[in-house]
């Protein structure tokens, strides 16, 4: 089983980041259920499942991707602030931590090993893809609406709707990160 602990080291650094105590161990909670509920048993197994089903990802699994959009997106703050004496909108830097750890959390859920090796989508996947699954689980922990915002609204699910400024760099971190791999895999990356 996975613990409180396994997380809290798979993600020391981004949980830094989160000032609000009690917001931080949500968030710790929150995947340790979605582990939970969707059989995972131990970090190596995190760190072997592929952050997506939707096209090749070349070994880089879902720890490693949770990671880089969670920094990915604080970096696109970060720049903003320093980029301009006064940012006409407010950025929540803790809103925007836990919306990146959390923001594909449902793909616990959504996919699960073939039984030969590889992965596929679980029944739960057919019935909810991961922004739908996801949000349940965060409201359920009792998050806030804005962090479900985050987690609903961050891949299609949330084109062309209203988004809390940090589901916008989420959302940009999250294709910054899967645009390049689509494109690598249908030759259409340029090296
Ligand atoms: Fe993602």
Not at 89 to 116: F, N, Q, T
Request: glycine letters at 10%; a negative charge; hydrophobic letters at 45%.
């Amino acid at each position: 089983m996975i613990s409180k602990a396994d997380i809290e080291h798979l993600f020391s650094r981004q949980l830094r980041l989160i000032g609000d105590d009690t917001l931080r161990a949500k968030v710790v909670d929150v995947w340790v259920d979605a582990c939970a509920q969707g059989g995972w048993k131990s970090v190596d197994e995190l760190r072997k499942m592929p952050f997506t089903l939707l096209t090749d990802a070349h070994g880089v699994d879902f720890v490693a991707h949770t990671i880089a959009v969670t920094e990915g997106a604080v970096g696109l703050a970060k720049a903003q602030f320093e980029g301009s004496k006064k940012l006409p909108y407010a950025i929540d830097m803790d809103r925007l931590v836990a919306g990146g750890l959390l923001h594909d959390v449902g793909k616990l859920v959504e996919i699960e090993p073939d039984g030969s090796g590889g992965y596929r989508k679980s029944r739960s996947g057919m019935c909810a893809r991961h922004p739908i699954s996801g949000a349940i689980l965060v409201a359920k922990a009792g998050l806030s609406d804005e962090i479900v915002n985050v987690v609903a609204c961050h891949a299609k699910e949330g084109d062309g709707r209203p988004q809390v400024v940090e589901t916008v760099l989420i959302h940009q971190a999250d294709f910054a990160t899967f645009d390049p791999l689509v494109m690598l895999n249908s030759g259409r990356l340029i090296q």
